[in-house]
């Protein structure tokens, strides 16, 4: 497997840390992490992973040092945007650190727009492709950390920052206004390399990412009700409709590849299923 060493970037520490390894060894890739190393070499494949900072993984993508790397779409965003020079492409979307890129204001202020305004954020690129696209003027600045400060220090009238459980903003006494944009981890590739040299190893990701959400479902009912219980199935496509012993009763076994909640089991058992069972996916390959 893998016959040309396949080099991948990840988050050495910080809020891609943990899942990007999970996704990494749920793929099948067996590798011990030790703190503050550069580089690990997984024992079963031939993969070497590279852990540094997330600001470093599109350049070393880029110019060739990993061929494949593990960030926010935000980051790889913002220097897309700041750097033409730069040559790398989402080439799938990974399913988790998900947040938003918003505009906020204090809750007591008075303004309803961003023109004419003064912008705190990390992401200066990201907000001003936002303003020219949306011919607003404004001033934008660049602030590394403790955006959500600088309104009350009075440096700034508005903030864009990343947004995920909303408790900062709050904390902070900030509304979000509009957002620039959602986000998650991507994982990236050079624009010019040869993607069949990656190709299982990136059908092994979205074999996991695929897996995640999907539950296997099985239930038994009568012939008169297998109709009405499919279409309540999440995302499956085609059932298994297996006949039982006993006269007109049917199992029905079924992949769904949406979330299963407890109100979907309540009404599948509303429509006549019974022993309804949900079961965890592992991997899928498609
Ligand atoms: O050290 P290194 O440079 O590698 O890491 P870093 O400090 O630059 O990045 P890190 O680990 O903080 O974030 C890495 C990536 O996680 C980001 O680029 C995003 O893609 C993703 N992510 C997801 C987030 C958040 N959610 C998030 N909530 N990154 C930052 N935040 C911050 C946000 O800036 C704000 O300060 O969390 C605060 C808001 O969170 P809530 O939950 O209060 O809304
Ligand atoms: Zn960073």
């Given at each position: 497997m893998?016959?040309?060493?396949?080099?991948i970037?990840?988050?050495s520490?910080g809020?891609?840390?943990?899942?990007s390894?999970?996704?990494?060894?749920n793929?099948?890739?067996?590798?011990?992490i030790?703190?503050?190393?550069l580089?690990?070499?997984?024992?079963?494949?031939?993969?070497?992973?590279?852990q540094?900072?997330?600001d470093?993984?599109?350049?070393?993508?880029?110019n060739?040092?990993?061929?494949?790397?593990?960030?926010?779409?935000?980051?790889?965003?913002?220097?897309?945007?700041?750097?033409?020079?730069?040559s790398v492409?989402?080439?799938?979307?990974l399913?988790?650190?998900?947040?938003k890129?918003?505009?906020?204001?204090?809750?007591?202020?008075?303004?309803?727009?961003?023109?004419n305004?003064?912008?705190?954020?990390s992401y200066?690129?990201?907000?001003?492709?936002y303003?020219?696209?949306?011919?607003i003027?404004?001033?934008?600045i660049?602030?590394n950390?403790?955006?959500?400060l600088?309104?009350y220090?009075g440096?700034?009238?508005?903030?864009?920052?990343?947004v995920?459980s909303?408790?900062?903003?709050?904390?902070?006494?900030?509304?979000?206004?509009?957002?620039?944009m959602?986000?998650?981890a991507v994982l990236?590739?050079?624009?010019?390399?040869?993607?069949?040299n990656?190709?299982d190893?990136?059908?092994?990701f979205k074999?996991?990412?695929?897996?995640?959400?999907?539950?296997?479902?099985?239930?038994?009912c009568?012939?008169?009700n297998?109709?009405k219980?499919?279409?309540?199935?999440?995302?499956?496509?085609?059932?298994?409709?297996?006949p039982?012993e006993?006269?007109r009763?049917?199992?029905?076994h079924?992949l769904?590849?949406?979330p299963?909640f407890?109100?979907?089991?309540?009404e599948l058992?509303?429509n006549?299923a019974?022993?309804v069972?949900?079961l965890?996916v592992?991997k899928?390959?498609?």
């Amino acid at each position: 497997m893998f016959n040309k060493k396949i080099t991948i970037a990840i988050q050495s520490k910080g809020r891609l840390y943990e899942e990007s390894k999970k996704l990494l060894s749920n793929s099948g890739i067996s590798f011990r992490i030790i703190e503050n190393r550069l580089l690990t070499r997984a024992s079963n494949v031939n993969v070497d992973i590279l852990q540094v900072r997330d600001d470093d993984i599109p350049s070393l993508v880029s110019n060739k040092v990993a061929d494949l790397g593990i960030v926010g779409k935000n980051l790889l965003d913002e220097q897309l945007a700041g750097d033409k020079s730069l040559s790398v492409k989402e080439t799938i979307s990974l399913g988790f650190s998900k947040c938003k890129l918003c505009f906020a204001k204090p809750k007591d202020s008075t303004t309803d727009s961003l023109n004419n305004k003064v912008i705190a954020s990390s992401y200066p690129n990201l907000v001003n492709q936002y303003l020219k696209q949306n011919k607003i003027k404004a001033d934008v600045i660049k602030i590394n950390g403790s955006v959500e400060l600088t309104p009350y220090i009075g440096i700034a009238d508005y903030i864009c920052d990343l947004v995920s459980s909303g408790a900062t903003l709050e904390a902070n006494n900030l509304e979000a206004t509009e957002t620039l944009m959602e986000s998650e981890a991507v994982l990236i590739s050079s624009n010019d390399v040869d993607d069949t040299n990656f190709f299982d190893l990136v059908n092994r990701f979205k074999g996991v990412i695929n897996a995640k959400d999907s539950k296997y479902v099985m239930l038994n009912c009568d012939e008169s009700n297998i109709k009405k219980i499919c279409a309540l199935l999440p995302g499956s496509e085609s059932p298994t409709i297996i006949p039982l012993e006993q006269k007109r009763k049917f199992a029905v076994h079924a992949l769904c590849k949406e979330p299963v909640f407890w109100e979907t089991m309540e009404e599948l058992k509303e429509n006549g299923a019974s022993s309804v069972l949900v079961l965890p996916v592992e991997k899928i390959l498609n």
